[in-house]
């Protein structure tokens, strides 16, 4: 079948379009857990309607469909778990127009998240989204996955900066929703009903986006305490007083044992918590926002760093980027779920991601964005362990029920994708499961979109 299948692919997407089945595409981010898929071809097009095209001939005969981009998502979306061909968008990297003085452009998929990011400073604007692992993630994966990261705290996630987009749905037909305008109340939102639908919906090909002028300075405090309980407030106290921080994340104890060393400051001995804020603006409007945030942050602190803009400031980024890279080979491997509570039961969540690890016999640690409550909780794991990886499966189901519990969700930012397959449920009632499966059928009746996920 997969030669056939090749020649086909290779006859409407071109023949250097055909690539090896190799082990990368059948696995994302998750594979320090052991998830991976199988596939019977892998296709690159360079053209929307190279996608089309695709998708329209696997429509007809039944074969699914797994849409692409730079595989370092953490739910397993990306992975073909029912075979049939992986559709990759990697080769879509245009600019199809920039127009800097309108703070807007049309981008294809393929992109970067760190090319982006790099056309807009250029050119003096912001684009906020920053997910981890810049140089890989790709523009239709942030927004298939409806992507955050740490300053989505006071610019919001990836849906808030898309106005339009290209996508190809089933059986193969290019729809356009939206454009180069920022109000539109037409009909219903289709556009944000795609943006985080994980490609179950459709493909995403192009994309407008909206920019922001660049603040002009951004000014990070660090402030470590001595538990869970104190750091948690003081994120409180923060969010209390009036500031608006555009980043305020945490790590947790056991991170910080992990991961602590590689910080760029010296941490206070007996911390046992940190919190990174971050203040921009212009520049002596951030400074007051720094002091300010750095008032807030001092209430039972062990110490609290208010630092310099430039290299001291990008290298305590670098370390907070790291972090998830470093926890997994301190293992081995990890299953790191997102999941999200209020703000006012995050110190809780800490606490019982703890009790969780125990339970099962895992060693468990949390870091992730403070401000938003949404935790980043891990399981450290042995990927050559099948016993070990079983545990770790349990306690995740553990650590959703907790976050429903708590009055949060079982995904902040990553998405269900196949890791958290058939876990909404113990978020929403009957009848808004029937209304996500209708929404499901009407997009895709046949099931053949990046089937198993989702759901």
């Not at 944000?192 to 179950?200: A, D, M, P």
């Not at 994309?207 to 309980?229: E, K, Q």
């Not at 807030?296 to 290298?315: H, I």
């Amino acid at each position: 079948m997969t030669g056939a299948l090749g020649r086909e692919l290779a006859r409407l997407a071109g023949d250097d379009a055909v690539v090896p089945v190799e082990t990368r595409w059948l696995q994302d981010a998750t594979e320090t857990r052991g998830v991976r898929g199988r596939a019977d071809a892998v296709v690159l097009p360079e053209t929307t309607d190279a996608v089309a095209a695709v998708l329209e001939w696997c429509y007809e005969r039944g074969v699914p469909v797994t849409p692409r981009g730079g595989g370092t998502g953490y739910a397993g979306g990306a992975v073909p778990t029912e075979g049939g061909v992986v559709l990759g968008l990697e080769r879509l990297r245009g600019v199809r127009l920039f127009e800097p003085l309108l703070w807007r452009a049309e981008l294809e998929a393929g992109l970067t998240t760190a090319t982006v990011r790099r056309l807009a400073r250029e050119n003096g604007l912001l684009f906020p989204p920053d997910p981890g692992a810049a140089e890989q993630s790709q523009l239709g994966g942030n927004v298939a996955t409806n992507a955050g990261g740490p300053h989505a705290l006071k610019y919001g996630v990836t849906r808030e900066w898309v106005t339009g987009l290209e996508v190809v749905v089933p059986p193969g037909d290019v729809v356009r929703i939206g454009g180069p305008f920022r109000k539109d109340v037409a009909g219903y939102d289709l556009g944000s009903l795609l943006v985080g639908s994980e490609g179950t919906l459709g493909i995403v090909t192009a994309g407008w986006l909206r920019f922001v002028p660049a603040p002009a300075a951004a000014v990070p405090v660090v402030a470590a305490y001595p538990d869970t309980a104190r750091g948690c407030a003081a994120v409180e106290y923060v969010l209390g007083s009036g500031c608006v921080p555009a980043a305020l994340e945490f790590v947790d104890a056991a991170a910080l044992r992990l991961v602590g060393a590689g910080l760029p400051l010296r941490l206070p001995e007996g911390a046992g918590f940190l919190v990174l804020a971050e203040a921009d603006g212009e520049a002596e409007e951030a400074s007051r926002e720094a002091d300010a945030i750095a008032e807030a942050l001092a209430e039972g602190a062990l110490a609290v760093e208010r630092l310099a803009a430039g290299a001291e400031s990008e290298s305590v980024w670098r370390w907070r980027s790291g972090i998830s890279l470093a926890v997994a080979t301190a293992r081995g491997g990890k299953a790191s779920e997102d999941v999200v509570v209020p703000v006012d039961r995050l110190a809780e969540a800490i606490e019982r991601v703890f009790a969780i690890g125990r339970r099962h016999g895992l060693e468990a640690c949390s870091w992730g964005h403070a401000g938003d409550g949404n935790l980043h909780a891990t399981f450290l794991v042995d990927r050559a362990d099948p016993d070990a990886l079983a545990r770790a499966a349990d306690a995740a189901d553990d650590l959703f029920a907790l976050a429903v519990e708590l009055g949060g969700s079982i995904s902040g930012e990553h998405g269900i994708g196949s890791v958290k397959a058939g876990q909404l449920g113990a978020q929403w009632p009957d009848r808004a499961l029937e209304l996500h499966a209708g929404v499901k059928r009407v997009f895709d009746p046949k099931g053949l979109l990046n089937p198993g996920k989702k759901r």
